[in-house]
Each structure stands twice: as structure tokens, then as C-alpha cells.
């Protein structure tokens, strides 16, 4: 079993940054491939990046890709979501995600989910 709580989340101003943090607990944790994914009202649950456990292979997604970074700090269990100059279309509820592995990053493949946290970025 493993639990996430997402936090880190608020409302911004078109051009800001904000850290999302994922802080992952569970005895097999270690191996897994975290991912982030965003949803807005009415909408499925869209990709925003992945990363494994041990800090390898990050992927983002189109559209945020060249303004976000992720990452991992192993000693403290926690996966960062960095992303910077925040666009109104980046609004939505974020989750992260965990699986032990992934093949097309689809949000069907990944098990366990925290609770979100929401975005808001004001034009």
C-alpha cells in the first residue's frame, strides 16, 4: 500500500511559480514511478509530468513542458512538482499518482492517488 498527500497548491498570478509537493509513504514506495496529473471541472484527469522513484527518466507533457521540472528527494520521500510561469490554463486541481510501472502514462495505470490540491492561476 502506498499513501500520498499532494500540498503546495494556491491561488497565483499569471507568470508566477509554484512547488507542488507529493509526500509518499509505504513499504514498497521505493521502485515506483510517480506522476502528476491535473483535472479541471468536466474534464479527464490530463498528464502533466512523471519521474521515477529514483530520479530517472522524467516526462512532461506538451503542455507544460519547458516551464516545469520534477523531481524526487529520496531522503524525505517527497516528489517536487516545480512549475514556473503559470498561465490561467494551467487552473486545476493536482493530483499525484504512483504505480509500479507504467508503459503509456495513462492515469488508468497508475494505483494510488492523493487527495489533490488546487491551482488557481489569475489572469
Known amino acids: 500500500q502506498v499513501q500520498l498527500v499532494e500540498s503546495g497548491g494556491g491561488l497565483v498570478q499569471a507568470g508566477d511559480s509554484l512547488r507542488l509537493s507529493c509526500a509518499a509513504s509505504?513499504?514498497?514506495?521505493?521502485?515506483?514511478?510517480i506522476g502528476w496529473f491535473r483535472q479541471t471541472p468536466g474534464k479527464e484527469r490530463e498528464l502533466v509530468a512523471t519521474?521515477?522513484?529514483?530520479?530517472?527518466?522524467?516526462y512532461y507533457a506538451d503542455p507544460v513542458k519547458g516551464r516545469s521540472a520534477i523531481s524526487t528527494d529520496n531522503a524525505k520521500s517527497i516528489v517536487y512538482l516545480q512549475m514556473n510561469r503559470l498561465l490561467p490554463e494551467d487552473t486545476a486541481v493536482y493530483y499525484c499518482?504512483?504505480?509500479?510501472?507504467?508503459?503509456?502514462?495513462?492515469?488508468?495505470?497508475?494505483?494510488?492517488w492523493g487527495q489533490g490540491t488546487q491551482v488557481t492561476v489569475s489572469s
Open positions: 499518482a504512483a504505480a509500479p510501472y507504467v508503459t503509456l502514462r495513462r492515469a488508468s495505470e497508475f494505483d494510488y
Open positions: 509505504g513499504k514498497t514506495f521505493g521502485s515506483y514511478v
Open positions: 519521474i521515477r522513484r529514483d530520479g530517472r527518466s522524467p
